[in-house]
Each structure stands twice: as structure tokens, then as C-alpha cells.
């Protein structure tokens, strides 16, 4: 449903991305950069030098208390209570049926706290049932989504800028970790997780501190050609990366395994968790579908909702799956989809192709994800 400007919420961060000559686009209830310029320039950044987003419509959840370890077991399909002080994990918020509520990562801060960042369009969501799962004493759940901000740098070139900013210390944060750092005399958790397949921080700040730490980081930035970027080339970034998107490759009607990431979902923790009767069940029968990655060999673009064929001799073609998420790569300049499909269709001699304004056009099945970073 359509939402004017005025019923939109706007981001610590709303006001400096003006003055930047932001476009912006209603998402999730937030009114969020769409681009500053253009959305390929801003790729192109990030894949090369450095790109800098916000983030602060996505939310920030936090489980406190000496039973958030065991709270947090029961409610994700992941092992919680495993994951060390400072460290950080990706999981899944399931319900009874496996299906999939809602992708997160979640991060240990101390023993009995855990900062959880969920997509924006089910915070509520995350929300209601986390606090319902986690009920009782000795676990507490708290919103602090509109009182902080979320400030992502990604590219090769990300790591410097950060050490800019905050000293050696970031240096000392590895992939999937996160600490208590310094920024300007501003407190401030930053991790290195990431959703571009670059090397990525995110900075999570007071709202009040958002402005000055944001151009803090655009004046370090300078040096490494670190540019503002907005969410539509965040999109083209994670297609590449074959990273999915709750509402496109993940929802309810789907389970981690149809996604091809079952590996999420831990059965040997110790105690039950929401979901694990329909999961367990799923393992062994096999997805019923998976997701694959579809190169075009055109220029015309496979799009959400597009059907997918099998190609047959004689000019036959039978519906086999759909593209879940599709766009013109950027870097190898060819069309790129990410697509569920019958597993019957992903063969060494499968013919697919996907059904575009009733044209069928010829695709690849290529292997996740489309494009890697050197290391």
C-alpha cells in the first residue's frame, strides 16, 4: 500500500542525505535514499573503492539477561548460547511449519546480551514473537530501533576508512565479529559482517550521534573514494553476491532448506526450538525446491516472478521453477537472476530458459555467488 511522505519515518540520517541530493523511496514504513546519483556509479564504488549506507530502517532488537542464551535457542533454528562473547552469527526466525519469518544476524555482546538486527519489513514481526518466545524471567526483549542508527561502509577500501576513524582497533575486528569501540568520543558497537560480498563494518550509533559519525566517515572516506550509496545498488550488490532477501528468495511459505541454507538450522543444541519437528522432516525428504543462480546469455533481464523453463528438443518447454530476483550485473555487465527450481532441473544438460513478455530467453545455471572478491 502506497504511503505519502508524511506517514514515513525518517532516519536520524534523513537530513544529511537531502543535502547529498538523495532520491528517496518509501521501504518498510521508512523513507530511505533510494540513490544520490546514479545507482551504477554507486556499485561500481563499492565493488572498487568504498560505498557508505544507511542502514537505520532495519531493526535493532536487543535479549538481555542470564536467560537469553537458552531463550534465544528455543527461538532461532541457530545455536545461540554457542557463539562466543563478541562474535556473531546468522539465523533464522522459523515457525511451526519451518517457514521462514524473518533472516537475522544476531550478535553477542556479553554473556547474558545479544544485539539482533532484523529486516525492516519484519521488525514488528521479529519483534512480537521473539517476546512471546522468550517470555518468562530471566530473558528481556527491547526495541531500540528508533533510538539508534545503523551506518554501513563497504568495498575494499572500507578498512581504511574505518581506521581512520577509530584507530587501530578496528583492525583488530574479524569477519562476523563486533566490539564496543571509541568513535569521536561517541560510543558505538561496530562489526564486520556485511551484505555487498565486499569487506564491510557497520557502525550502530545513539541517533543522536548518526550525523556527526556519518560525516566523520565522509571525510575520512575522502581519501579512499568512498561515496554515498543507496539501496538500490544495495540490491544489485547482494544479486551478485547471491545473498537472498526476505520477501523474495526467504518467506513464510519457504524453509531455510529451500533457500540452500539449511546449515543454519542447528539440531544438535541442546533442548527443542520453534520449528524443529517440520524441519527435521524437511532434512530428510529433501527441499522441494532450491534456489540457483541463472546467467543470461542476452541483455534482456529476468525479473521477480518471471517463470522458468526446461527447453526441449522440438521447441517444447516445460515450467519448472521462478526468478526470485533478477538485474543486469554492473561488473559482468550480463544479466543475473536468482531462481527457485525443481531440483529435477538442475542437471549437467538441463536447457533453461525464463519467460520474458512471452519470449522465452536462454539461461546458465552458474554457480553462487556470481561474483567473488579477491581475497
Not at 74 to 90: E, I, Q, T
Not at 314 to 340: D, I, M, W, Y
Not at 349 to 366: A, H, K, Q, Y
Request: net charge neutral.
Amino acid at each position: 500500500m502506497h504511503q505519502s511522505p508524511t506517514t514515513l519515518l525518517h532516519p536520524p540520517l534523513h537530513a544529511a542525505h537531502a543535502e547529498l541530493g538523495a532520491r528517496f523511496t518509501g521501504f518498510a514504513g521508512w523513507a530511505m535514499p533510494l540513490r544520490y546519483g546514479s545507482e551504477t556509479a554507486e556499485h561500481r564504488a563499492v565493488r572498487e573503492r568504498a560505498g557508505l549506507f544507511d542502514l537505520s530502517h532495519m531493526g535493532q532488537l536487543e535479549v538481555s539477561g542470564p536467560q537469553a542464551p537458552a531463550a534465544l535457542d528455543h527461538a532461532l533454528v541457530g545455536h545461540l548460547s554457542a557463539v562466543p562473547v563478541g562474535r556473531a552469527r546468522y539465523t533464522m526466525l522459523c515457525d511451526e511449519t519451518g517457514g521462514v519469518l524473518d533472516d537475522l544476524v544476531a550478535y553477542r555482546l556479553a554473556a547474558d546480551r545479544y544485539l539482533l538486527v532484523t529486516n525492516a519489513v519484519n521488525t514488528g514481526t521479529a519483534l512480537a514473537e521473539l517476546r512471546a518466545r522468550c517470555a518468562g524471567p530471566g530473558a528481556t526483549v527491547t526495541d531500540h530501533t528508533t533510538e539508534r542508527a545503523i551506518i554501513a561502509v563497504q568495498g575494499p577500501r572500507a578498512a581504511d576508512t574505518v581506521e581512520a576513524v577509530v584507530g587501530a582497533e578496528s583492525t583488530r575486528l574479524g569477519y562476523y565479529t563486533a566490539a564496543d569501540l571509541d568513535v569521536g568520543g561517541r560510543p558505538a558497537v561496530v562489526a564486520r559482517t556485511g551484505y555487498t560480498g565486499e569487506d564491510g563494518f557497520e557502525f550502530f550509533v545513539r541517533a543522536a550521534d548518526a550525523v556527526d559519525t556519518w560525516r566523520e566517515l565522509i571525510a575520512a572516506g575522502a581519501a579512499y573514494g568512498l561515496t554515498p550509496a543507496g539501496l538500490a545498488c544495495r540490491d544489485t550488490l547482494r544479486i551478485e553476491a547471491g545473498m537472498p532477501l526476505y520477501g523474495f528468495e526467504l518467506h513464510r511459505g519457504v524453509t531455510p532448506f529451500e533457500a540452500g541454507l539449511g546449515r543454519v538450522v542447528s539440531f544438535t543444541k541442546p533442548g527443542d526450538f520453534v520449528g524443529r519437528a517440520a524441519l527435521a522432516e524437511r532434512r530428510d525428504t529433501g527441499a522441494a525446491t532450491v534456489l540457483v543462480g541463472l546467467t543470461g546469455t542476452g541483455r534482456r533481464v529476468p525479473r521477480t516472478g518471471h517463470p522458468v523453463v526446461a527447453l526441449a528438443d522440438g521447441g517444447t518447454a516445460e515450467p519448472v521453477g521462478v526468478v526470485t530476483s533478477g538485474a543486469l550485473s554492473p561488473v559482468l555487465n550480463r544479466p543475473v537472476a536468482l531462481a527457485r527450481v525443481h531440483p529435477d532441473a538442475v542437471g549437467a544438460r538441463s536447457r533453461l530458459g525464463v519467460v520474458i513478455r512471452g519470449d522465452t530467453e536462454p539461461v546458465e545455471i552458474t554457480r553462487l555467488p556470481f561474483y567473488r572478491r579477491a581475497r
